[in-house]
């Protein structure tokens, strides 16, 4: 799906808001039909980073490529690019219909396959229809906009870039004010009609489950810098630092000591591991998922410790288990009882390494 | 229940200068000089029909030439250049806080045959040239006068459009031109219909302005019921006047409202 031609080129991208930094020298490359997802806790510089691309905001310094053509001095409007606004911004003057229908009514009737202005608007309530099924939105075409609810117009906003089938979709947070049912259904149908048309999308969102399902690439940002670009597994299963660590999945991160090639001391004991190439007794960050961590005899963990408590989650129980120097996260689909003693053990391959931040 | 005795005292201010006047104009149209009463007083409107005529036509081009001048005026000033709108909006709202007779007295100067504007022609070497007096004085008094009602109601709802809305069109696809046709304008409707209703109610009604500006050449309605109520002391004939032109109004509002159903025209009347 994922071609390898270089759509848009990011490079050294700074901006400031008022003396305050908000993107610090961002280089990133998307290619043909990907779908790009940017991750990272709020004000960490998404939206400006999305407005960049759709020409809104100018950054400081660096260049934004679109096919290897510097886009500075391309307005919004020529830019092969349409927007699903984080807050909607919907045209209240406007129907539904018109919100959807607003970019292709700006259009030829060529443009649109057609060659009479009665085929066009024919073309235009045919797509208009299309696209209200797709964001399960049908019948609401003469409605007001201040007539929708949140999750509604958001919708809305969704159809409303998307039925002009541009090259690149940018989606900063679409769907956001949905429930969890159709939220799911959404990225179902989102997935589905980008790899369908071949749209690149650079998606932003603050959920990790969802940048991790939906994505062939996520970019985790925090503070304005890239943390780790990678396919969502990549990113998951090696983190580059704690930050990424902890802000995809959940994860106990500790503080441990290098002592040779995959061997690595923490809480004073010393573990198995897989990573290589660190200097002799460096300090390093170690990850370990919830997941990872195997629940043992008492006799023959590796560590022990007390069970505090105990959470049903569905498919798996959480318990917090102390051993004195820490407390462990755990997920297992076997419970042990509040208060009881386990051992844990841990694979030398779910233990990950990290460099210490400077 | 206790709450509506708060509106009291404007119910009382209501009454005393608003509904009592109201009666009372209706009263003397519909009466002779003795209190009998008479429909000879509305008829008489018939003679002065030109005058109505050349009233209306005149507010018609007041209205047009506000709306012309208001608009980019009002645009500029919402724009997000503040230190730049700051001036522009003291410019237009300056003369508001001038008297309107004032203000007219001082256009007048610069429009009289041996005013302000003349002096500098000569200076240039241009000939003079007869302004005071002329319809276009009239009409040049009446939009300097009106113009920041035009402005104001436009200001608002401009000021209030979001500029993601705008961001979105350019997205879309709206070049600059399309962006002002397709969004700015259709959102602005409510302020241009309550600007124009806030220009064409009082220009339909102007007095002073056209008798100063013309040397008293012109007269419009409110010259001439001024004339009735005062020179020629007949209530019943200006107050017969009046109420056509408070319908005429009316109608016309009726008409604007139509175009703007929600009245969100800028909340200023
Ligand atoms: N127009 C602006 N003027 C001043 N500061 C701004 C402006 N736009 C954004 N910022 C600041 O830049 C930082 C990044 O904002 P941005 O909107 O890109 O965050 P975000 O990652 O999209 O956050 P969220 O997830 O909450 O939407 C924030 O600290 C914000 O306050
Ligand atoms: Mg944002």
New interface residues.
């Given amino acids: 799906m994922v071609q390898d031609t270089r759509l848009i080129e990011l490079k050294g991208i700074s901006k400031s808001f008022d003396d305050t930094q908000v993107l610090h020298s961002i280089d990133l490359y998307i290619r043909k039909c990907e779908f790009i997802t940017l991750l990272g806790p709020s004000g960490c510089g998404k939206t400006t980073l999305l407005r960049i691309i759709?020409g809104?905001e100018t950054p400081d310094e660096g260049q934004v490529l679109f096919e290897g053509a510097d886009m500075a001095n391309v307005?919004?409007?020529r830019r092969r690019?349409?927007?699903v606004?984080q807050?909607y911004?919907?045209?209240?003057?406007?129907n539904v219909f018109d919100n959807i229908a607003?970019?292709l009514n700006?259009?030829t009737p060529e443009a649109l396959g057609v060659k009479t202005r009665r085929q066009k608007r024919e073309e235009i309530a045919r797509r208009v229809g299309r696209m209200l099924k797709l964001v399960k939105m049908e019948g609401y075409e003469k409605r007001s906009i201040d007539q929708l609810s949140g999750g509604q117009q958001q919708r809305i906003a969704i159809a409303?870039?998307l039925v002009?089938e541009p090259e690149v979709l940018l989606l900063d947070e679409p769907l956001g004010a949905l429930d969890l049912k159709l939220r799911k259904e959404m990225q179902v149908e989102l997935k589905a009609m980008q790899q369908q048309l071949g749209i690149t999308f650079i998606y932003v969102t603050h959920d990790q489950e969802e940048a991790l399902t939906m994505s062939d690439t996520v970019v985790v940002l925090n503070g304005g810098r890239i943390q780790q670009i990678g396919e969502p597994k990549r990113i998951y299963d090696e983190p580059k630092n704690a930050f990424v660590a902890d802000f995809i999945g959940e994860s106990n991160i500790l503080s441990g000591i290098m002592r040779e090639d995959c061997l690595v001391e923490m809480l004073g004991v010393e573990f198995q591991c897989v990573d290589e190439g660190f200097a002799k007794d460096e300090p390093v960050d170690v990850v370990v998922r919830p997941e990872d961590v195997m629940i043992v005899g008492e006799d023959v963990g590796m560590l022990t410790g007390t069970v505090e408590s105990v959470i049903f989650k569905g498919v798996h129980y959480e318990m917090m288990v102390n051993t004195g120097a820490m407390r462990w996260k755990v997920h297992s689909t076997t419970m042990q009882p509040a208060g009881s003693r386990v051992g844990m053990s841990i694979v030398p391959f779910n233990i990950h390494i990290m460099r210490k931040e400077a | 229940m206790k709450r509506s005795w708060y509106a009291a005292p404007y119910a009382v201010w209501m009454a005393l200068f608003t509904i009592v006047p109201l009666l009372l104009v209706c009263y003397y149209a519909f009466t002779t000089r003795s209190g009998a009463f008479t429909t000879e007083n509305l008829t008489r409107i018939f003679d002065y029909a030109p005058v109505l005529f050349d009233s209306l036509r005149l507010a018609l081009y007041c209205t047009a030439l506000c709306l012309l001048i208001g608009y980019p005026a009002a645009y500029f000033m919402a724009s997000r250049d503040m230190s730049r709108s700051q001036s522009l909006a003291v410019l237009i709202l300056l003369p508001m806080w001038m008297n309107f007779l004032l203000r007219t007295y001082a256009m007048m100067t610069l429009f009289e045959n041996n005013g302000v504007l003349n002096t500098l022609f000569e200076a240039l070497g241009l000939p003079r040239q007869q302004m005071i007096g002329t319809e276009g004085a009239v009409l040049v008094g009446m939009v300097y006068n009106f113009l920041p009602f035009m402005v104001l109601p436009i200001y608002t709802v401009l000021k209030k459009l979001?500029p993601?809305?705008i961001?979105?069109?350019?997205?879309?696809?709206?070049?600059p031109v399309?962006v002002v046709t397709?969004?700015v304008l259709?959102?602005s409707?409510p302020g241009i219909v309550s600007g124009i209703t806030m220009v064409f109610m009082p220009a339909v009604t102007t007095f002073a302005i056209s008798r100063l500006m013309s040397s008293g050449m012109i007269y419009l309605m409110g010259d001439m019921i001024e004339e009735f109520y005062i020179t020629m002391n007949n209530r019943n004939v200006g107050s017969a006047m009046s109420l056509v032109m408070m319908v005429l109004i009316l109608i016309s509002i009726g008409f604007l409202r139509k175009a703007d159903p929600e009245g969100q025209g800028g909340g200023l009347w």
């Avoid at chain 2, 069109?169 to 070049?175: F, H, K, V």
């Fill in positions: 759709g809104f307005p919004p409007y690019i349409n927007t606004f807050k911004a919907l045209f209240s003057h406007l607003f970019g700006l259009k409303r870039a002009n | 979001d993601r809305v961001e979105a069109a350019e997205d879309l696809g709206a070049n399309r397709r969004v259709p959102m409707v």
